[in-house]
């Protein structure tokens, strides 16, 4: 707990005034109003920790006020300089300087790097960034298209400007020269009190991070982060609008500066008055209030530096920054080292930090509520962990399942190359492909049905309970007496006088909570107002609702796109089975023909055996016999080979070499036998001749004719059987063909099938754990919805009985006393009207 550090610079006189009437006096640390002939003027003298006059310089400044703020900071605190006063009073000059004199930003840049390379055992990253306040719009001065920005506040960082642009620095150089390149940018005007005034409010802020270098040590020390924050602050100056002579937009301006310097004061007169007495700060009034918090009242070691202009006509704005600064003298700030602890370091002091607060808290009725609040923001943080996660698996799902449309591309690529391949098979649809597309789609249905079970119920699983965060500053509560059940009971005014040792508070502050020096928990006036809060988190908690709503219809809607997906892929697949099942036919087809071609040359060898009428051991007739058992055993073998093939259509390389072998030399047999009968036909008709005269010495010359007939008839029979054995060998060989491509066909229809089988399974399976997820997640903001409004209408509950008590009180104080004052004036008549003596206690009441 320390005071606020505060100093007066008087700037020198103007060349064109001269002295002749009231002047300011300094006497060591006092400066004092004093009238022409050297009298103090009684009541304006003012005392501050120091005064520096006209012929001292920035650096002095600096070393006597700002350099132990500023070499706090790079140890670990919040630090804040700014310079007050009217305008023309030397503010710009105090911050900023010349080159012969530097002013404090740049004599405290300088000082920053020399501490730090002076501290070899620590790290540190600095980052620095330059805004101004105009208008009460906040600008950012390092980048021209960051305007009109927006104060935040965050349990990480606190109160700070979204989108301001931060540079990371390594040197002096680098920052001088971004505060050069902010102040083109910055906001001047001329008025008739100076040529060059700053019309916005400057804030140029460093955050210094630092760490250890030698982290191996068990100390917790070492494995914390220090961030500290540095604000130095060029206030715009008062204006009285008479001496300025401002208008348009100069007249703007300065209404927003008075106002934001009103603002300023209000705030350091309220933190200037006692705790007790302390009621609602403005910090929200203003921006520059609102950026200034931490420094004025909180975690923040400061230093003001108030600037006045000595000449007779500035007396009455030098009187109100003096007073400024003496109401200014009297905060108080409560600084301390801000560091971010690891997860090691964070472990040991939060056992530490727990046993504390349990021995703090032992009796207080608070806990109970603490508890609650401490729950309900573990839940929302737990629950941002996991949207986190749940966005994450959503992004992987999306890259997955654009993965999944190129391979479901591909293969319909192939599906489409292979139906073309395919549609020359001209066959016919019976009830075996029927029945086997309705055993398919029995199975696919289901394979649906138990996908479709999966969503509806979804998996639930065990959130862990060990998440640990840590306590919000924000999260203490208002503490109150305990409300008395009948109001009959309460104590009349001199019994509560003796009750509370002659002190008799305000009705207002029995709904305040004194403070209390934890760690964890702010001071009483950091506290906002419960009610805006839980106000805020409840919307918070209502748009992260809304956010996993729609979360969870983006989900359906994927979904209901993977079904569409799945059933067309099914269709697809249906049909790549009933063409796999036509292709199984083919051996079925081949087999009957060959059955049908057996019978056929069973037909033609017997017809021909029938027309020889002769001598059994004849050429011709032993001939055709050999050539009717080669085709009768080619045949054979065919049909055998057929039917194992549909018993059995996975059979090996091996086995389909051996059948073509066979085939190979039975057809060579046939062929030599084919052509033998060709090119004998004239020894077979002599040989007939040879027979025929033989019998003509027995039956009648007429046979002639009928020698002729089966002549013909032979010769007619062998070229028919050379052309259908032709037709059959060709046949054969692309049945041969066919059925082995079609064969690989199927195997790899079948491997394809599979693949997409597996997709789909997985697909399904990540979709409902995707819903599953988001379902369960739904129902856990919906159940941390639904105790925030609970415990809010147990407030307001609590609040209604409060205002009813503190009127139930009112009232007992008003009718006790109306009780007195009509007993004082009983007793003033009755001894007005008579001599008899009346008890001294009566005389007391």
């Given at each position: 707990?320390?005071?606020?550090?505060?100093?007066?610079?008087?700037?020198?006189?103007?060349?064109?005034?001269t002295?002749?009437?009231?002047?300011?006096k300094?006497?060591?640390?006092?400066?004092s109003?004093?009238?022409?002939?050297?009298?103090?003027?009684?009541?304006l003298?003012?005392?501050?920790?120091h005064?520096?006059?006209?012929?001292?310089?920035?650096?002095?400044v600096?070393?006597?006020?700002?350099?132990?703020?500023?070499?706090?900071?790079?140890?670990?605190?919040?630090?804040?300089?700014?310079?007050?006063g009217q305008?023309?009073?030397?503010?710009?000059?105090t911050?900023?300087?010349?080159?012969?004199d530097?002013?404090?930003?740049?004599?405290?840049?300088?000082?920053?790097?020399e501490?730090?390379?002076?501290?070899?055992?620590?790290?540190?990253?600095?980052?620095?960034?330059?805004?101004?306040?105009?208008?009460?719009e906040?600008?950012?001065?390092?980048?021209v298209?960051?305007?009109?920005?927006?104060?935040?506040?965050?349990?990480?960082?606190?109160i700070?400007?979204?989108?301001?642009?931060?540079?990371?620095?390594?040197?002096?150089?680098?920052?001088?020269?971004?505060?050069?390149?902010?102040?083109?940018n910055?906001?001047?005007?001329?008025?008739?009190?100076?040529?060059?005034?700053?019309?916005?409010?400057?804030?140029?802020?460093?955050?210094i991070?630092?760490?250890?270098?030698?982290?191996?040590?068990?100390?917790s020390t070492?494995?914390t982060?220090?961030?500290?924050?540095?604000?130095?602050?060029?206030?715009?100056?008062?204006?009285?609008?008479?001496k300025?002579?401002?208008?348009?937009?100069?007249?703007?301006?300065?209404?927003?500066?008075?106002?934001?310097?009103?603002v300023?004061?209000?705030?350091?007169?309220?933190l200037?008055?006692?705790?007790?007495?302390?009621?609602?700060?403005?910090?929200?009034?203003?921006?520059?209030?609102?950026?200034?918090?931490p420094?004025?009242?909180g975690?923040?070691?400061?230093?003001?530096?108030c600037?006045?202009?000595?000449e007779?006509?500035?007396?009455?704005?030098?009187k109100?920054?003096?007073?400024?600064?003496?109401?200014?003298?009297?905060?108080?700030?409560?600084?301390?080292?801000?560091?971010i602890?690891?997860?090691?370091?964070?472990?040991?002091?939060?056992?530490?930090?727990?046993?504390?607060?349990?021995?703090?808290?032992?009796?207080?009725?608070?806990?109970?509520?603490?508890?609650?609040?401490?729950?309900?923001?573990?839940e929302?943080?737990?629950?941002?962990?996991?949207?986190?996660?749940?966005?994450?698996?959503?992004?992987?799902?999306?890259?997955?399942?654009?993965?999944?449309?190129?391979?479901?591309?591909?293969?319909?690529?192939?599906?489409?190359?292979?139906?073309?391949?395919?549609?020359?098979?001209?066959?016919d649809?019976?009830?075996?492909?029927?029945?086997a597309?309705?055993?398919?789609?029995?199975?696919?249905?289901?394979?649906?049905?138990?996908?479709?079970?999966d969503?509806r119920?979804?998996?639930?699983?065990?959130?862990?309970?060990?998440y640990?965060?840590?306590?919000?500053?924000?999260?203490?509560?208002?503490?109150?007496?305990?409300?008395?059940?009948?109001?009959?009971n309460?104590?009349?005014?001199?019994?509560w006088?003796?009750?509370?040792k002659?002190?008799?508070a305000?009705l207002?502050?029995?709904?305040?909570?004194?403070?209390?020096?934890?760690?964890?928990?702010?001071?009483?006036?950091?506290?906002p107002?419960?009610?805006?809060?839980?106000?805020?988190?409840?919307?918070?908690?209502?748009?992260?609702?809304?956010?996993?709503?729609?979360?969870?219809?983006?989900?359906?809607?994927?979904?209901?796109?993977?079904?569409?997906?799945?059933?067309?892929?099914?269709?697809?697949?249906s049909?790549?089975?009933?063409?796999?099942?036509?292709i199984?036919?083919?051996?079925?087809?081949?087999?009957?023909?060959?059955?049908?071609?057996?019978?056929?040359?069973?037909?033609v060898?017997?017809?021909?055996?029938?027309?020889?009428?002769?001598?059994?051991?004849s050429?011709?007739?032993s001939?055709?016999?050999?050539?009717?058992?080669?085709?009768?055993?080619?045949?054979?073998?065919?049909?055998?080979?057929f039917?194992?093939?549909?018993?059995?259509?996975?059979l090996?390389?091996?086995?389909?070499?051996?059948?073509?072998?066979?085939c190979?030399?039975?057809?060579?047999?046939?062929?030599?036998?084919?052509l033998?009968?060709?090119?004998?036909?004239l020894?077979?008709?002599s040989?007939?001749?040879?027979?025929?005269s033989?019998?003509?010495?027995?039956?009648?010359?007429?046979?002639?004719?009928e020698?002729?007939?089966?002549?013909?008839?032979?010769?007619?029979?062998?070229?028919a059987?050379?052309?259908?054995?032709?037709?059959?060998?060709?046949?054969?060989?692309?049945?041969?063909?066919?059925?082995?491509v079609?064969?690989?066909?199927?195997?790899?229809?079948?491997?394809?099938?599979q693949?997409?089988?597996?997709?789909?399974?997985?697909?399904?399976?990540?979709?409902?754990?995707?819903?599953?997820?988001?379902?369960?997640?739904?129902?856990?903001?919906?159940?941390?919805?639904?105790?925030?409004n609970?415990?809010?209408?147990?407030?307001?509950?609590l609040?209604?009985?409060?205002?009813?008590?503190?009127?139930?009180?009112?009232?007992?104080?008003?009718?006790?006393?109306?009780?007195?004052?009509?007993?004082?004036?009983?007793?003033?008549?009755?001894?007005?009207?008579?001599?008899?003596?009346?008890?001294?206690?009566?005389?007391?009441?």
């Amino acid at each position: 707990m320390e005071k606020i550090c505060v100093a007066v610079r008087v700037r020198p006189f103007a060349a064109e005034e001269t002295f002749n009437g009231t002047f300011w006096k300094i006497e060591d640390n006092r400066i004092s109003l004093h009238r022409p002939h050297g009298t103090p003027v009684s009541g304006l003298s003012f005392a501050f920790d120091h005064i520096f006059g006209e012929g001292c310089t920035n650096a002095t400044v600096y070393d006597r006020l700002t350099k132990d703020v500023i070499r706090a900071a790079v140890e670990g605190f919040n630090g804040t300089a700014f310079a007050y006063g009217q305008t023309s009073s030397g503010k710009t000059f105090t911050m900023n300087g010349s080159d012969a004199d530097p002013g404090i930003i740049r004599l405290a840049v300088r000082d920053v790097f020399e501490k730090i390379n002076m501290m070899s055992d620590r790290e540190f990253l600095i980052r620095v960034s330059y805004m101004e306040i105009y208008n009460e719009e906040i600008n950012d001065l390092l980048a021209v298209e960051n305007q009109k920005l927006q104060i935040h506040e965050s349990l990480e960082r606190g109160i700070f400007v979204a989108g301001l642009k931060e540079e990371i620095v390594n040197n002096e150089d680098q920052v001088l020269q971004l505060i050069e390149s902010g102040e083109v940018n910055r906001h001047f005007g001329e008025t008739n009190m100076n040529a060059r005034s700053s019309r916005s409010h400057t804030i140029f802020r460093m955050v210094i991070e630092s760490r250890a270098k030698d982290i191996s040590c068990d100390n917790s020390t070492s494995d914390t982060i220090r961030v500290s924050v540095l604000n130095l602050v060029d206030l715009a100056g008062s204006e009285r609008i008479a001496k300025t002579g401002a208008g348009g937009v100069r007249l703007k301006e300065g209404k927003h500066i008075n106002k934001s310097l009103m603002v300023l004061g209000n705030v350091i007169n309220k933190l200037s008055e006692g705790a007790k007495q302390r009621g609602h700060i403005p910090y929200r009034d203003s921006k520059l209030t609102r950026i200034l918090q931490p420094a004025l009242g909180g975690n923040a070691k400061t230093s003001i530096i108030c600037t006045i202009a000595p000449e007779e006509v500035h007396v009455e704005e030098t009187k109100g920054t003096l007073q400024f600064a003496s109401r200014a003298k009297r905060v108080i700030n409560c600084a301390q080292v801000n560091e971010i602890l690891t997860d090691a370091a964070l472990l040991k002091r939060q056992k530490l930090e727990i046993e504390e607060l349990r021995e703090k808290l032992q009796g207080s009725r608070a806990e109970v509520l603490e508890q609650e609040i401490l729950k309900l923001r573990n839940e929302m943080l737990k629950y941002e962990v996991e949207r986190e996660k749940l966005e994450m698996e959503l992004e992987e799902e999306r890259k997955s399942h654009k993965l999944r449309e190129e391979c479901i591309k591909e293969q319909q690529m192939k599906i489409d190359n292979l139906s073309t391949l395919l549609t020359c098979s001209d066959c016919d649809r019976n009830s075996s492909q029927n029945s086997a597309k309705e055993s398919l789609m029995d199975e696919f249905n289901d394979s649906n049905s138990i996908g479709q079970s999966d969503f509806r119920t979804p998996c639930q699983k065990t959130v862990p309970g060990n998440y640990v965060v840590k306590r919000s500053n924000y999260s203490q509560l208002v503490e109150c007496s305990p409300l008395p059940d009948p109001l009959d009971n309460v104590a009349d005014e001199e019994t509560w006088f003796q009750m509370n040792k002659g002190f008799i508070a305000d009705l207002d502050s029995i709904q305040m909570t004194p403070a209390r020096k934890v760690q964890s928990f702010p001071p009483a006036n950091e506290t906002p107002g419960t009610d805006e809060s839980y106000r805020k988190e409840l919307e918070d908690l209502r748009r992260q609702l809304e956010l996993a709503v729609e979360e969870k219809n983006d989900l359906k809607r994927k979904h209901m796109e993977q079904v569409r997906l799945n059933k067309q892929l099914i269709q697809e697949v249906s049909e790549l089975q009933k063409e796999a099942h036509l292709i199984q036919e083919i051996p079925k087809r081949l087999t009957e023909s060959i059955v049908n071609c057996k019978d056929v040359h069973s037909d033609v060898v017997s017809i021909l055996q029938q027309s020889f009428v002769g001598d059994g051991k004849s050429s011709a007739g032993s001939l055709l016999s050999n050539t009717g058992d080669i085709g009768n055993i080619l045949l054979s073998t065919l049909e055998a080979h057929f039917s194992m093939f549909m018993e059995d259509h996975g059979l090996c390389s091996k086995d389909d070499s051996s059948l073509q072998e066979h085939c190979r030399k039975l057809c060579e047999k046939l062929n030599d036998t084919v052509l033998l009968l060709a090119s004998k036909p004239l020894s077979t008709e002599s040989e007939h001749g040879r027979s025929f005269s033989c019998n003509l010495a027995y039956k009648d010359g007429d046979l002639g004719g009928e020698m002729a007939i089966c002549k013909e008839n032979l010769i007619s029979g062998i070229s028919a059987i050379k052309d259908k054995y032709n037709g059959i060998q060709k046949e054969l060989d692309e049945s041969n063909q066919l059925l082995g491509v079609s064969r690989e066909k199927y195997c790899r229809l079948e491997r394809d099938f599979q693949l997409l089988k597996e997709e789909r399974d997985l697909l399904l399976q990540s979709v409902s754990e995707s819903t599953s997820k988001v379902s369960l997640a739904t129902d856990r903001r919906e159940n941390v919805l639904r105790d925030l409004n609970s415990e809010v209408q147990r407030r307001k509950n609590l609040e209604g009985e409060i205002k009813k008590f503190r009127m139930a009180f009112v009232g007992r104080q008003n009718s006790l006393a109306s009780f007195q004052s009509e007993v004082r004036l009983k007793l003033e008549k009755m001894r007005d009207g008579s001599t008899v003596s009346v008890p001294k206690s009566l005389v007391d009441l």
